[in-house]
């Protein structure tokens, strides 16, 4: 879609038949509408919205009741971070695992400035340049990035990394990313591994000279377990793309702030990035992550690929030996100018859907505000049933980042 129409369908979700709220019992009109005009910041109050009766009185009890899981858990216990000095230790531990002692990459990638949009965000307006990056990663893969530099930049110049999930519909980076640019943020677009911008072959591990597919089909993040050895974490496939596209979107633009957004897979991505690396200032992980106690969940997937760790961690148990969900939540949102929101949808078709982080989201909370630096919140948003950065939540993100800003 070139047309300015067109574009506008998708930034509105003409296109695909909108309805209000109120008639949106199908959630096919929450979930393309468009978020509202801001009011000017710094005298509004936090958005708030109502719950989709229309689509509530269509849920079972299960998204509407605390789930059995949470009886009887010891939800202090769930987080062992209890000063800076635990999460210092933590973040070395991890770091140390993932890159095996090699500390967090400072390599740049390779650049080739002034690239086309590509074809999944070619509608976006008010870019000023679009930068390819792309990151060597083991084993033969490699991870491409898009770095969006605004045509409006204010006083300060900030970056917002949008990371997507395992293949949601494209509108929803659009109309994010959009918003972003709008407000004068430089944008980095990253995928997740074997999807999106980053489908390819992998060497085979007994057979160097031979590549195989791994990209296709559901669970193909499952068949990292076979690379995760005591030498090599597959989590690198995840987490190093980031490390990388920071450090030259750094050298470049020299930000004030770095936010990250991250939707369903991106949501996890956002949650151990942001706790593993200080320089997100603030995190926005969407329907991305359940502590382990309230898996499975009532959608249909809410135990999550190979990286979010099954129903244990037992996929990849020398990470979630380090930390649990909870820690890493506490770690994403402690330290100067930082915070972390966690939006989780209560009516999410697919993942991590119902009322069960009202069990830990206060102790997050509290855990973090006794430490003394940094906020932790949730937002729970119940204006619609799909699997998506809504309206309603990306209001709220960008209310936070205008009215609370993070540098």
């Avoid at 047309?3 to 930034?11: I, K, N, P």
């Avoid at 926005?284 to 979010?308: I, K, N």
């Avoid at 770690?331 to 009516?347: K, S, T, Y």
Wanted: neutral net charge.
């Amino acid at each position: 879609m070139s047309s300015t129409s067109s574009r506008r369908q998708v930034l509105v979700g003409g296109a695909l038949g909108v309805g209000a709220l109120a008639g949106a019992a199908s959630g096919v009109g929450p979930a393309l509408a468009s978020p509202k005009a801001l009011p000017p910041v710094r005298t509004r109050p936090r958005p708030v919205a109502p719950v989709n009766q229309a689509v509530a009185d269509q849920m079972p009890l299960a998204y509407k009741v605390m789930p059995q899981q949470a009886v009887g858990v010891d939800l202090e216990k769930e987080i062992a971070i209890h000063t800076m000095a635990d999460i210092d230790d933590k973040r070395v531990r991890l770091i140390d695992y993932i890159w095996k002692g090699a500390g967090l990459p400072t390599t740049m990638p390779k650049v080739e400035p002034g690239v086309a949009l590509p074809a999944a965000i070619a509608d976006l307006t008010g870019v000023r340049q679009t930068t390819k990056l792309t990151i060597p990663l083991r084993y033969g893969v490699k991870a491409t990035q898009y770095l969006l530099t605004p045509t409006k930049v204010g006083t300060k110049l900030r970056l917002a990394i949008y990371h997507t999930g395992h293949g949601e519909n494209p509108i929803i980076r659009v109309r994010t990313v959009q918003a972003l640019l709008d407000l004068g943020y430089a944008v980095l677009c990253s995928d997740m591994p074997f999807v999106g911008w980053n489908v390819q072959l992998i060497q085979d591990l007994n057979d160097p000279k031979k590549y195989v597919d791994i990209s296709s089909g559901t669970r193909a993040h499952n068949r990292f377990d076979t690379y995760e050895t005591s030498s090599f974490s597959a989590m690198t496939f995840f987490l190093e793309p980031l490390a990388v596209g920071i450090n030259y979107a750094q050298q470049l633009l020299r930000p004030q702030s770095i936010s990250m957004i991250g939707l369903s897979g991106g949501g996890w991505t956002t949650t151990a990035y942001a706790a593993i690396d200080t320089r997100i200032t603030r995190s926005y992980p969407t329907a991305g992550t359940f502590p382990f106690y309230l898996r499975p969940g009532p959608s249909r997937e809410s135990t999550g690929d190979w990286e979010q760790g099954g129903i244990e961690g037992a996929s990849v148990p020398g990470f979630y030996a380090i930390v649990s969900f909870g820690d890493l939540y506490v770690m994403g949102a402690v330290g100067p100018r930082r915070a972390q929101l966690q939006i989780l949808n209560r009516f999410d078709y697919c993942c991590f859907a119902g009322v069960g982080a009202r069990s830990y989201a206060p102790v997050v909370s509290h855990r973090v505000a006794l430490i003394g630096q940094g906020t932790w919140d949730l937002l729970e948003d119940a204006t619609h049933n799909q699997h998506q950065v809504s309206p309603y939540a990306l209001e709220v993100i960008l209310w936070d980042l205008e009215t609370n800003p993070p540098d």
